[in-house]
């Protein structure tokens, strides 16, 4: 059932992260993959696999709210990467009643130190670049980054939330024990001036409006050498992207453009930012020469 929303601050969201309890918890999670993603079928990890994954290797926590009712949950396969171990994080979900407190913020440490405790440095995954709360999260608050873009990774999607747009993703790495991450996780996120920012980097294109609250890619810099420099994208994309398919295509278009030039170049992404700039807020991946490991 899913639970009635409810208007709570953070620290009165008590929640409990682990392993999951029973066989019950294991039908809760195709649960909540649907509700999330609204998949068919057909795209639903089963219940069968899921008990598979936790078996071999993979790391499969459940987030519990006050009353023990399943909430969230994360779940990485076991892999290989370069010769060493990693954890391959698949899916990564919460309730829409407990977006918002930080719940998956807090999967994601759960799972971190799991692994860490496993001797494992390294966890991947992939997120869609078109969705710009997914990268602030991936990118600025845990410190992952990337520098690999698959154009169509998944195929076709029975999502609503991916139909009508090819399955293009980041495939991202968070190297667990590094300072930067360590930093980030401490610190959280950096505030940004742009008024300053924008004197200090370039950035390689602008926003040019043909809508309210709609707007396109204009003066698209492919040339840029600078060390390190902004991209700009619209914050509001995923409801861009329900207003006008085209407009939305569009940017990927540009997207794949950008990062696969200068990713080939040894660019990485490595953070996001969202800034408000006279009362509107901007979102900028920010990327930067990095030799891939």
Not at 281 to 291: D, G, N, P, T, V
Request: a positive charge.
């Amino acid at each position: 059932m899913t639970p009635v929303a409810r208007r709570r601050r953070r620290e009165e969201i008590k929640i409990t992260i682990g392993p999951f309890r029973s066989h019950l918890d294991y039908g809760s999670c195709v649960d909540i993959q649907r509700e999330v993603w609204r998949f068919e079928d057909i795209d639903l990890v089963p219940v069968a696999t899921l008990m598979v994954v936790d078996h071999c290797g993979g790391i499969v926590l459940g987030a519990y709210s006050a009353i023990g009712e399943m909430i969230g949950f994360v779940c990485s396969f076991l892999g290989i990467e370069d010769g060493d171990l990693i954890q391959h994080s698949h899916m990564l979900a919460v309730r829409i009643a407990y977006r918002n407190f930080d719940v998956g913020f807090r999967l994601k440490l759960a799972q971190r130190k799991e692994a860490l405790k496993r001797k494992i440095r390294r966890i991947t995954w992939t997120f869609d670049p078109m969705q710009p709360p997914n990268a602030y999260f991936n990118l600025g608050k845990l410190g992952a980054w990337s520098a690999k873009y698959e154009e169509n990774f998944y195929g076709e999607s029975t999502s609503a939330l991916h139909r009508g747009l090819p399955t293009d993703r980041f495939l991202t790495r968070w190297d667990l024990d590094s300072k930067e991450v360590e930093k980030r996780l401490e610190e959280g996120p950096s505030a940004h001036d742009l008024r300053k920012e924008l004197k200090k980097y370039v950035c390689i294109n602008t926003l040019e409006e043909v809508a309210p609250g709609m707007a396109t890619c204009a003066n698209l810099k492919m040339n840029c050498t600078a060390p390190e420099f902004l991209f700009e994208i619209p914050h509001n994309l995923p409801d861009l992207k329900n207003r006008s398919l085209s407009v939305a295509l569009d940017w990927q278009g540009k997207m794949r453009q950008v990062f696969k030039h200068y990713f080939k170049k040894g660019y990485a992404t490595t953070d996001f930012w969202v800034s408000e700039d006279e009362g509107r807020h901007r979102a900028f991946y920010f990327l930067h020469k990095k030799r891939a490991r």
